[in-house]
């Protein structure tokens, strides 16, 4: 199982930018899909972007156009840099890895980050 730790959560204010990122202990180019997830207080877990392994990435609409999703294999590194935040962002985010990716999020979530809280006041 792939260990993955996230880094580069913190306090914002809207507008501003943060860059998630996701350190994994394997390579990063077997996995076919990785992806972010976050979860605010009293909401369901959201996808809210993926990557496969060919480097097809796809959003979920709320961050369309804001978020964006990499990921170096060299490095076996998740990226998701996040501009023009807006209050409803803040959230606890996650990455992920997966055997497959569909819509903004990865399917079969075989491991799981502990997680980074991204805080944007408005």
């Known amino acids: 199982q792939v260990q993955l730790v996230e880094s580069g959560g913190g306090s914002v204010q809207a507008g501003g930018s943060l860059r998630l990122s996701c350190a994994a202990s394997?390579?990063?180019?077997?996995?076919?899909?990785m992806g972010w997830f976050r979860r605010a207080p009293g909401k369901e877990r959201q996808g809210v972007a993926a990557i496969g392994r060919d480097g097809g990435t796809s959003y979920a609409d709320s961050v369309k156009g804001r978020f964006l999703i990499s990921k170096d294999n060299a490095k076996n590194t998740l990226y998701l840099q996040m501009n023009s935040l807006k209050y409803e962002d803040s959230a606890m985010y996650y990455c992920?890895?997966?055997?497959?990716?569909?819509?903004?999020?990865?399917?079969?979530?075989?491991?799981w980050g502990q997680g980074t809280q991204v805080t944007v006041s408005s």
């Open positions: 394997a390579y990063l180019y077997s996995s076919d899909c």
């Open positions: 992920a890895t997966g055997k497959a990716r569909s819509g903004a999020a990865c399917l079969a979530v075989t491991s």
